[in-house]
C-alpha cells in the first residue's frame, strides 16, 4: 500500500483541525546540554537567526522536542547548516525584501527545529511539518537533502510550502481576512475526507490541493502558499484541470488572499511571489557548506 502523503501544518488551538500534527511536549529529556561546547554554526545561527530574526534554528535532536509517536533520526550536520542556509535565503530573506525586518521578526515562529528521518503517524501517512500555535515549526527529512544537487520541487515539498503555509495561518489568526472566502465553496469541504480526495478531484471542485478541502482556513492558506511557489505555467495547468467554472472558483479566493496581503500588511502577492521564484532561480549559484 502507499502511504499517503499530507502536510501537516499549523493548527488554530480553537478549532483542532485533524490533518495538522500538534507534538505533545514532554518536559524532561534524556540528553544531558550542560557540557555543550558552541562550534561555528552555532555562531553562524546567532548572527544570522537569532541577532538578525530572532528565531533559535534547533538542529541538535533533543527528545522532549518531538513527538514520542514517532521513530526519529537526529539531522546531520550538514544537511542542518544547508537548510539553515536555504530557509534564510528562501524564506526568510523574502519577506524582510517585501515587508521589512520588523514584519517578519515579529510575526515568524520563533523556534524552526529541524529531524533527520521523516515521521509517520498511526496511518501510516509521511507528516511533511508540525507546528505548535505558530511558535515553533517542525522540519522532517531533512537528511534526504542532496546539498550538492538542488532540487527545489524537492525543497518545495518538504520545506518551503510548508513554511509559507504555516506563516500564513499566523497572519490570519492576527488579523482576520473578509468571510465572503468562506461562502464560496461553503457545501464541499471535506474534513477528514479530504485524504480521499484526488488532485484532480480537488482542482474541479475548486481547491487548489486536496488539503485546501479540509476547510476553509486551510482552504485560504493553501492558496496562497501554492500561488506564490510556483510559477504561473504551473498555475494556469491546474487551471485547466479544474475547468472553468471551478477555476473561476479558485480565482476568487486567489482575488481574496491578493485583497488581504495589501490591504491588512501591504504586501503585494504577486511581488511576493515574484520575489519567491527569483530566489528559487538564485539558489542554484548558494553555498551551502561554507560558514561567512
Given at each position: 500500500m502507499k502511504a499517503k502523503y499530507i502536510a501537516l501544518l499549523a493548527c488554530s488551538a480553537l478549532l483542532g483541525f485533524t490533518a495538522c500534527d500538534e507534538d505533545d511536549i514532554d518536559g524532561?529529556?534524556?540528553?544531558s546540554n550542560t557540557n555543550r561546547v558552541e562550534n561555528s554554526f552555532d555562531k553562524w545561527l546567532k548572527t544570522n537567526y537569532v541577532d538578525t530574526y530572532n528565531i533559535q534554528f534547533q538542529y541538535r535532536y533533543t527528545d522532549k522536542e518531538t513527538s514520542n509517536s514517532y521513530n526519529l533520526v537526529p539531522a546531520t550536520l550538514d544537511q542542518s547548516i544547508a537548510l539553515a542556509k536555504l530557509t534564510k535565503f528562501l524564506w526568510l530573506d523574502v519577506y524582510k525584501e517585501i515587508a521589512g525586518e520588523t514584519f517578519i521578526k515579529t510575526y515568524c515562529p520563533k523556534v524552526i527545529t529541524v529531524v533527520g528521518s521523516p515521521a509517520y503517524n498511526s496511518k501510516g501517512e509521511i507528516v511533511l511539518g508540525t507546528a505548535e500555535g505558530g511558535v515553533k515549526i517542525t522540519l522532517y527529512n531533512v537528511n534526504s537533502l542532496d546539498y550538492e544537487n538542488i532540487d527545489v520541487d524537492f525543497l518545495n515539498y518538504w520545506f518551503f510550502k510548508t513554511m509559507h503555509h504555516e506563516f500564513a495561518h499566523i497572519l490570519h489568526q492576527t488579523k482576520s481576512y473578509t468571510t465572503d472566502f468562506n461562502l464560496i465553496t461553503p457545501d464541499s469541504y471535506q474534513s477528514t475526507s479530504w485524504v480521499n480526495v484526488t488532485d484532480k478531484e480537488?482542482?474541479?471542485?475548486?481547491?487548489?490541493?486536496?488539503?485546501?478541502?479540509?476547510?476553509?482556513?486551510?482552504?485560504?492558506?493553501?492558496?496562497?502558499?501554492?500561488?506564490?511557489?510556483?510559477?504561473?505555467?504551473?498555475?494556469?495547468?491546474?487551471?485547466?484541470?479544474?475547468?472553468?467554472?471551478?477555476?473561476?472558483?479558485?480565482?476568487?479566493?486567489?482575488?481574496?488572499?491578493?485583497?488581504?496581503?495589501?490591504?491588512?500588511?501591504?504586501?503585494?502577492?504577486?511581488?511576493?511571489?515574484?520575489?519567491?521564484?527569483?530566489?528559487?532561480?538564485?539558489?542554484?549559484?548558494?553555498?551551502?557548506?561554507?560558514?561567512?
Open positions: 524532561k529529556s534524556i540528553f480537488a482542482l474541479q471542485m475548486g481547491y487548489i490541493t486536496p488539503y485546501a478541502s479540509n476547510e476553509f482556513q486551510e482552504d485560504f492558506v493553501e492558496t496562497l502558499s501554492n500561488y506564490v511557489t510556483h510559477d504561473q505555467a504551473w498555475w494556469d495547468e491546474r487551471m485547466e484541470i479544474a475547468g472553468i467554472d471551478a477555476a473561476a472558483l479558485i480565482q476568487k479566493k486567489l482575488d481574496i488572499v491578493r485583497d488581504y496581503l495589501k490591504g491588512q500588511w501591504s504586501i503585494n502577492l504577486d511581488e511576493l511571489r515574484a520575489k519567491v521564484l527569483e530566489k528559487y532561480e538564485e539558489v542554484y549559484d548558494l553555498d551551502l557548506t561554507t560558514l561567512d
